[in-house]
């Protein structure tokens, strides 16, 4: 069992920055495939960014290859989402998720509670 708490969210102009935490319990954390989902309003669930079990291995949305970065912390069950040069249209309700499979989808188990991230022109 796995239980995820996102923070970090907030309003930030467009251009600015912003760093999204995800703090996880259970002993099997540094087993699962995590990752970044985000929803916007109308639209369906996203996906975003994913990092592997060991962290060797990062995935990302064409949408936001090269503004975010994805990271874990092993030893802390925390993974990360760094989000720079941030546009509008990344407003959305941000999820993390995790996976014991080794693949993340949006029919992933495991869910935190989603954290608002508004970006303002």
């Known amino acids: 069992q796995v239980q995820l708490v996102e923070s970090g969210g907030g309003l930030v102009q467009a251009g600015g920055s912003l760093r999204l935490s995800c703090a996880a319990s259970g002993r099997t954390f540094s087993s699962y495939i995590m990752g970044w989902f985000r929803q916007a309003p109308g639209k369906e669930r996203e996906f975003v960014a994913a990092i592997s079990s060991s962290g060797g291995i990062t995935y990302y949305a064409d949408s936001v290859k090269g503004r975010f970065t994805i990271s874990r912390d092993n030893a802390k069950n925390m993974v990360y989402l760094q989000m720079n040069s941030l546009k509008p249209e990344d407003t959305a309700v941000y999820y993390c998720?995790?996976?014991?499979?080794?693949?993340?989808?949006?029919?992933?188990?495991?869910w935190g509670q989603g954290t608002q991230v508004t970006v303002s022109s």
């Open positions: 998720a995790a996976d014991g499979s080794g693949v993340l989808t949006t029919h992933s188990k495991y």
